[in-house]
C-alpha cells in the first residue's frame, strides 16, 4: 500500500514553454502533498505544502507565480512551472501523506529544460 | 531553522565490510529522525523511522540509531553488498502548521566494490 505515482517521468521542454508534473496517490487518500526539488548532490529541498482544497504554502525564496500548485482532490497534486528557463533543470519529487507524519515518495521528474 | 548534515559525502568499502553512516542536525525538537536509500534518477525508499522518543530501530542489516540531545544519528549496515550502493539520505521531521515536514540532508553516496 501507500504508492504514489509522478507523472511524467522525464521531460525535455524548451526555454520559455510551461511543463504540467502530475502526482497522484493511488491507493490511499492524500490530505497533503509535498513537492520537492533536488538539484545534482544536493538534498532535496522542500519547495511548497498543499492540503487538499486549499492555497499552497511556498517555502521561502520559491517563486509562488512560477511554480503553480494544484491540489484538487485527494489523489492528485499538480506541480507546473511556467516559462521554464534551464535553471529550472531538476529532479522535481512529490511525497502525499494522510493525516501523519509519514510520507509516501513519488519516483520523481527529471525536468531539462533547453 | 533545521540544518541536517551527512558525513562522510561519498565512501567506498569494500563487500562485508561493516559500516556507519552519520548525520547530524541543529535542532533537536524533531518530531522523527528517517534514513532514506536512494538509487540513481530514482525516488526515495524509507529504510528506518525512529521517533523522538525512541533510541534506536533494526531492520535486518540495518540499524540505525538517535540522541536528540547531541543532534546526532548514524546508520549502521552490517556486512555490507555490493546490492547496498546507493545515496543515503537522512531527514528530521518537526511538526507546525497543521504538516509534518521533512529537512533533508545532502545524503552520503555509498559505493560497496565487489
Known amino acids: 500500500g501507500a504508492v504514489v505515482s509522478q507523472h511524467p517521468s522525464w521531460v525535455i521542454c524548451k526555454s520559455g514553454t510551461s511543463v504540467k508534473i502530475e502526482c497522484r496517490s493511488l491507493?490511499?487518500?492524500?490530505?497533503?502533498m509535498f513537492w520537492y526539488r533536488q538539484f545534482p548532490k544536493q538534498s532535496l529541498m522542500l519547495m511548497a505544502t498543499?492540503?487538499?482544497?486549499?492555497?499552497?504554502?511556498?517555502e521561502q525564496g520559491v517563486e509562488k507565480d512560477k511554480f503553480l500548485i494544484n491540489h484538487a482532490s485527494l489523489t492528485l497534486s499538480t506541480l507546473t512551472v511556467t516559462s521554464a528557463h534551464p535553471e529550472d533543470s531538476s529532479f522535481y519529487i512529490c511525497?502525499?501523506?494522510?493525516?501523519?507524519?509519514?510520507?509516501?515518495f513519488g519516483p520523481g521528474t527529471r525536468l531539462t529544460v533547453t | 531553522k533545521q540544518e541536517v548534515t551527512q558525513i562522510p559525502a561519498a565512501l567506498s568499502v569494500p563487500e562485508g565490510e561493516n559500516l556507519v553512516l552519520n548525520c547530524s542536525f541543529t535542532?533537536?525538537?524533531?518530531?522523527?529522525l528517517q534514513w532514506f536509500r536512494q538509487d540513481p534518477g530514482k525516488g526515495l525508499t524509507s529504510l528506518l523511522l525512529?521517533?523522538?522518543?525512541?533510541r534506536e530501530q533494526t531492520s535486518g542489516r540495518l540499524n540505525a540509531s538517535l540522541d536528540k540531545s547531541s543532534g546526532r544519528s548514524t546508520l549502521y549496515i552490517a556486512a555490507s553488498q555490493p546490492g547496498d550502493s546507493a545515496t543515503y539520505l537522512c531527514?528530521?521531521?518537526?511538526?507546525?502548521?497543521?504538516?509534518?515536514?521533512?529537512?533533508f540532508g545532502k545524503g552520503t553516496k555509498l559505493s560497496v566494490i565487489p
Open positions: 511525497s502525499a501523506s494522510a493525516e501523519s507524519y509519514e510520507q509516501y
Open positions: 491507493d490511499f487518500q492524500a490530505t497533503t
Open positions: 498543499s492540503n487538499e482544497g486549499s492555497k499552497a504554502t511556498y
Open positions: 535542532d533537536s525538537a524533531i518530531y522523527n
Open positions: 525512529i521517533q523522538s522518543s525512541q
Open positions: 531527514a528530521a521531521t518537526r511538526s507546525g502548521a497543521g504538516s509534518y515536514q521533512l529537512t
